[in-house]
């Protein structure tokens, strides 16, 4: 079956050093989006791409890097992780449709602490 | 940009009971309107979406209605069971042509007391 997997599910890390996190879907959807989670702050958006080597900043970019090679997978890199990142990275998948709202569909997530 | 925001931040039910779930954007050219389901630990799902040319929608017991006037929109839950127990979230997005995105609100905690 299609799916959207996440890649590690759980990572701990220390400050400064880089780190990527992965995403990969057999939707072949073109559009791919990277969220993270924390208490009282609900979803936010990091980066989005529309399709293969497009990508976009969304509300909380900073620090964070996207690329797109291929329509499967959108790897996120956090280039010099901060205690600030600690959170739970959520990355979901669309279709690309003209004029209509499309359904995102989710990953697993991966919890990430930053020590 | 898009401001989507969700009122109360914490509902809690009677078994049996409805729960009505609001939502605000800021947005008039907002477009797509989709209410996400969260529970404990699991990832984010769509329960219902509505877009901006219907003022209601249902599926079996949850129904969401638009007032595009008042640029808010709620979610209804009808005979609310333990397992509706979760965060909601709801999301409002521009539509242009092939691309959208989406704005989530800080969601709300349901809770459905057995």
């Known amino acids: 079956d299609a799916e959207i997997t996440q890649s590690p599910r759980h990572k701990i890390t220390e400050t400064g050093r880089q780190v990527t996190l992965a995403c990969h879907q057999t939707?072949?959807?073109?559009?791919m989006f990277w969220y993270r989670q924390d208490l009282g702050h609900g979803l936010r958006l990091i980066h989005y791409?529309?399709?293969?080597?497009?990508?976009n900043k969304g509300e909380v970019s900073d620090g964070y890097s996207v690329s797109r090679s291929n329509t499967e997978d959108l790897p996120l890199t956090l280039e010099s992780a901060a205690s600030s990142q600690t959170s739970v990275y959520f990355c979901?998948?669309?279709?690309?449709?003209?004029?209509?709202?499309?359904?995102?569909?989710f990953g697993p997530g991966t919890r990430l602490l930053v020590l | 940009g898009e401001n989507v925001e969700q009122h109360p931040s914490t509902l809690s039910v009677q078994e049996g009971d409805s729960a009505v779930i609001k939502c605000t954007y800021s947005d008039s050219a907002s477009n797509y309107f989709p209410w996400y389901k969260q529970e404990l630990g699991k990832r984010p799902q769509l329960i219902i979406d509505i877009r901006s040319n219907v003022g209601e929608k249902k599926d079996q017991r949850i129904a969401v209605t638009l007032n595009k006037t008042a640029k808010h929109f709620s979610l209804h839950i009808t005979e609310t069971q333990p397992e509706d127990s979760a965060v909601y979230f709801c999301?409002?997005?521009?539509?242009?042509?092939?691309?959208?995105?989406?704005?989530f609100g800080k969601g709300i905690t349901l809770s459905v007391r057995p």
């Open positions: 939707w072949n959807h073109n559009n």
């Open positions: 999301a409002a997005s521009i539509v242009t042509g092939a691309n959208s995105k989406l704005t």
């Open positions: 791409s529309y399709g293969v080597h497009d990508t």
């Open positions: 979901a998948s669309s279709r690309r449709r003209t004029g209509i709202g499309e359904t995102q569909y």
